[in-house]
């Protein structure tokens, strides 16, 4: 039997999931429970003791949430991936495992606003430094680096322009560096970019944005690559050393390339404790099934009116990659070919109050503080999710306070133009 | 052969067809690796022999520790090396002189030695390197999902409800080859490092 390389829609709809063995249920089961009961005493010692596979309790693992994560580490082209209760929560789990007090990492100056905070303010409090770099000076990424870097932080599709970053030569900094680097792929969804492919090491998502897809759960997920030599240098200590809440295991030793995702999930969420509901975990891969569908279309529209609107009299400016124009554009076509996303912003001439004026005139787009749903979505960063950069970190992330994001939806196009016609006009 | 991957039909035949497997260098300690993977493969219906001169006199899990692999009276289908790569080519010559021959030599995760292999090969031995049976078992029949790891494979097929000492089904249909993923590729340019600068 030859092993045949399934295309993306086939993982979308089949990695990890499995029919049911008692039932027969061909739909992934929720697995509505804190729980599994043990065989006997030695069962229970293996699992403890990381022996054999399988379920203690749903802080730790949970059958329907290993669907989820069997497929999105199927879909990034990684080796293993560990969900959590949301995108933040992923990203303290991975950092938790690769920073000590007093260690830094580098982290591009243009991410999700909610990012920047964590990053400054939260993992600050743990002793935990963040060193800022410019993804569009990559050279920014390598003067940064210090005996105390341990990672490097970048978004494939930056929140909220939707500028692209240079994954390749970002990775290049990092690999001289000796550090892994951490892309968060959230606006891209594997279906657009695999930052594997172009050097990542770890992969995370929100899952509540476009992989979820519909709105209704929160998520998120880290995907192991399994291409980061742990124990090289002994930076890593978690991962190379013995481990004494385990009896002095060696995670890399013992689980060799996907050591991270078990170094995340048998520390980072064991003791951290941010686990995901079974229940989002099935909405989740739910949505997943028709990834690949929703997010060409969210794509093909988010260019269908980024055109519209660069040729509106009202519009100052349209930051899209998807267009022609933009200083993106070959970067987008390079990592992002079949579509570059759907999260966009855009200027008014009116400045700030034409801005205001748009959000409350729109009646198919809904003013809220998300993206990556089947609606379509409207913001004005500077005064929600920005809110609380000051005014220079505003316009370095893309969040002026002219600027209009909207997240498209999978409506049709023609009544999302006709929706934001009207509101401009009003 | 060339062993910087494998693909799931080699792994999958060599794991549905040995039944003795005779482990060098098994430790009694219960946080050590070959431990886990000695009482795995018990676990899943193997019929397995530890071997440590050091623990002579004692058993593990029920089986008493032998000296060495000439001390094997019943034929052994597979032998895995659970020690460095600089301890293998002794392993190996011993491995050569049994009769009959193992059908499959394998060495554990991290450990690859390409002379002994061609060696190993030349006999008519199927080698595995570099890899871990209980990994490659429990990714095969997807059991190994419970973790959160990507078993490469898909099944459409009702699976049986895993009991203790069950053997699991590992004919699942396999996504692509090992050197379709970035772990794979990077396993294969560190050994291609470790070659140039050797
Ligand atoms: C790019 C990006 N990363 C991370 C997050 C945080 O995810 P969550 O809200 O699931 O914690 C968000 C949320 O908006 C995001 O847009």
């Known amino acids: 039997m030859n092993d045949r390389i399934p295309g993306f829609g086939t993982l979308a709809v089949h990695a990890g999931a499995q029919p049911d063995p008692t039932t027969g249920a061909r739909a992934t089961p929720i697995y509505q429970t804190t729980s599994f009961v043990f065989n006997d005493a030695d069962h229970a010692a293996s699992l403890f003791g990381l022996q054999s596979f399988g379920n203690i309790y749903t802080r730790i693992t949970n059958p329907t949430t290993a669907v989820l994560e069997e497929r999105v580490a199927a879909l990034e082209g990684g080796t293993a991936a560990l969900a959590v209760a949301s995108g933040h929560a992923a990203q303290l789990v991975v950092f938790q495992q690769l920073l000590q007090p007093g260690d830094e990492f580098i982290a591009s100056r243009k991410l999700y606003g909610g990012s920047i905070n964590q990053f400054s303010h939260a993992f600050k409090s743990f002793g935990w430094n963040v060193v800022w770099a410019d993804p569009d000076d990559i050279p920014s990424f390598e003067r940064a680096v210090t005996a105390k870097t341990k990672a490097i932080f970048i978004e494939s599709i930056a929140n909220p322009a939707g500028s692209i970053t240079d994954i390749e030569a970002v990775a290049a900094v990092a690999r001289k ?250 | 052969m060339s062993h910087d991957s494998y693909n799931d039909a080699y792994i999958r035949e060599i794991l549905n067809t040995v039944k003795t497997v005779a482990m060098v260098g098994a430790s009694p300690q219960n946080v050590r690796p070959s431990y886990f993977v000695f009482k795995y493969l018990a676990e899943r219906g193997y019929d397995m022999i530890p071997i440590n001169p050091g623990q002579v006199g004692k058993s593990l899990l029920g089986k008493p520790f032998v000296t060495s692999l000439q001390e094997i009276t019943r034929p052994i289908d597979m032998v895995d090396i659970f020690r460095s790569a600089e301890h293998v080519m002794p392993i190996v010559d011993i491995i050569l002189t049994l009769n009959p021959l193992p059908k499959v030599v394998w060495m554990q995760l991290g450990v690859r030695h390409d002379e002994a292999a061609a060696k190993l090969e030349a006999a008519g031995i199927k080698v595995v390197m570099n890899r871990c049976p209980k990994i490659e078992y429990g990714r095969l029949s997807s059991e190994i999902q419970w973790m959160g790891v990507n078993s490469r494979t898909l099944s459409s097929k009702r699976a049986p409800i895993p009991t203790q000492g069950m053997r699991l089904s590992l004919n699942r249909s396999s996504v692509g080859g090992g050197s379709t993923t970035a772990a794979d590729r990077v396993a294969q340019l560190n050994n291609k490092d470790k070659n140039d600068t050797a």
């Open chain 1, 177 to 426: 560096a000796g550090v892994p680097l951490i892309v968060d792929n959230t606006l891209a969804t594997p279906y657009l970019i695999k930052p594997i492919d172009h050097g990542a090491d770890i992969v995370v998502h929100s899952l509540t944005k476009f992989l979820g897809g519909h709105g209704n759960s929160l998520g998120g997920i880290i995907v192991d690559a399994g291409t980061f030599d742990w124990s090289k240098d002994n930076k890593y200590p978690v991962l190379s050393e013995p481990r004494p809440e385990y009896h002095g295991i060696k995670l890399q030793e013992t689980f060799g390339n996907f050591a991270f995702a078990i170094a995340c999930r048998v520390l980072g969420l064991r003791d951290l404790g941010p686990a995901l509901s079974p229940f989002n975990a099935f909405l989740i891969q739910t949505g997943i099934e028709t990834l690949p569908l929703r997010m060409q279309k969210h794509s093909d529209n988010a260019k269908a009116i980024a055109e519209w609107l660069s040729a509106h009299p009202k519009v100052a400016a349209v930051n899209y990659s998807g267009l022609s124009d933009n200083r993106y554009h070959t970067l987008a076509r390079k990592y992002a070919p079949k579509g570059a996303g759907a999260v966009f912003t855009f200027s008014l001439k009116g400045g700030y109050d034409a801005g205001v004026s748009l959000v409350s005139n729109l009646k198919l787009f809904s003013h809220l503080a998300n993206v990556g749903d089947t609606r379509s979505l409207v913001i004005h960063p500077a005064s929600t999710t920005h809110s609380q950069l000051d005014d220079d970190a505003k316009t370095r992330s893309g969040a002026g306070p002219d600027v209009v994001r909207l997240s498209v939806g999978i409506e049709d196009k023609e009544d999302l133009i006709a929706d934001l016609e009207q509101a401009l006009n009003a």
